[in-house]
């Protein structure tokens, strides 16, 4: 019994070390967002080997995943009442991505079934976001829709079939834009290795957005003196309209 027990763990490491590895990496790390900064590139790239090192000996896809900070956000439906539009119906979720972007080699329905790709998130079409409260499942796939429509319009949720370039089945790369408007914070870039529709191998990679000079200094402040910021906001705003009164009527 012993032996057979033996036998069975030393079958079960080759057959975990006999999978495909799996190096990912990101040309930037650090992101710095500016006075005047209108958006950068991130190329991710990578190559998948087998445990040896050597060239994997399959063919396979590869999918990147970026994904940014999550936040809880309430999507409010509007409804037309004569010549006015109104909020009427609205449902929150406990947390969205607030950037959501999916590169991949192929197609995601030639890659893999809809249940795999629920699973990992693997497009915009699976992307799940969970509602604080019971809700009709029309209506979530209603809201979500219009949450997904409303950032890929502002540029921060996006899908590329075709992003994803491979060479000799070793090395990859994609490119992924981000846009002025991200939100600062942690984001990370998850990278699928898939066969015959199966995930063989899979590795993250971190990016940091971040403010820096001016532009820190006020997210700080407004963090740490949020009553005072907002005072000084609304002084601002009183002196600005005021000064533009004055010239007004010189004019």
């Known amino acids: 019994m012993k032996r ?3 036998l069975l763990a030393a079958l079960f490491m080759l057959s975990a070390q006999s999978e495909p590895i799996l190096v990912p990496e990101v040309s930037q790390h650090d992101v710095q967002v500016r006075q005047g900064f209108v958006g950068t590139e991130l190329l991710l790239f990578g190559a998948i080997l087998d445990p040896t090192g050597a060239r994997a000996g399959q063919e396979y896809d590869i999918v990147v ?8 956000i309430t999507v409010r439906e509007k409804e037309r009442f004569g010549p006015i539009w109104v909020n009427a119906t609205n449902t929150a979720f406990r947390s969205a991505p607030s950037f959501f972007a999916v590169a991949s080699s192929a197609p995601i329905p030639d890659i893999v079934d809809e249940r795999t790709a629920a699973i990992y998130e693997l497009g915009l079409d699976y992307l799940q976001l969970s509602p604080t409260g019971a809700i009709d499942p029309e209506e979530q796939t209603r809201f979500t829709d219009g949450l997904v429509d409303l950032r890929g319009r502002m540029g921060l949720y996006k899908q ?4 994803v370039q491979i060479s000799e089945q070793v090395l990859y790369q994609a490119r992924i834009s981000l846009p002025s408007n991200v939100q600062t914070g942690t984001y990370t870039a998850e990278t699928f290795a898939i066969t015959r ?3 063989i191998a899979s590795a993250i990679a971190e990016v940091e957005v971040r403010k820096v000079g001016f532009e820190r200094f006020v997210e700080i402040f407004a963090q740490r003196q949020s009553l005072l ?11 600005m309209g005021w000064i533009a009164g004055r010239l007004f009527a010189l004019i």
């Open 229 to 239: 910021y907002g005072l000084l906001a609304v002084l601002m705003s009183v002196g």
């Open 65 to 72: 995943v970026l994904k940014g900070p999550t936040e809880p």
């Open 160 to 163: 590329d079939p075709g992003g």
């Open 197 to 199: 529709g199966r995930v």
């Open 4 to 6: 057979l027990l033996l």
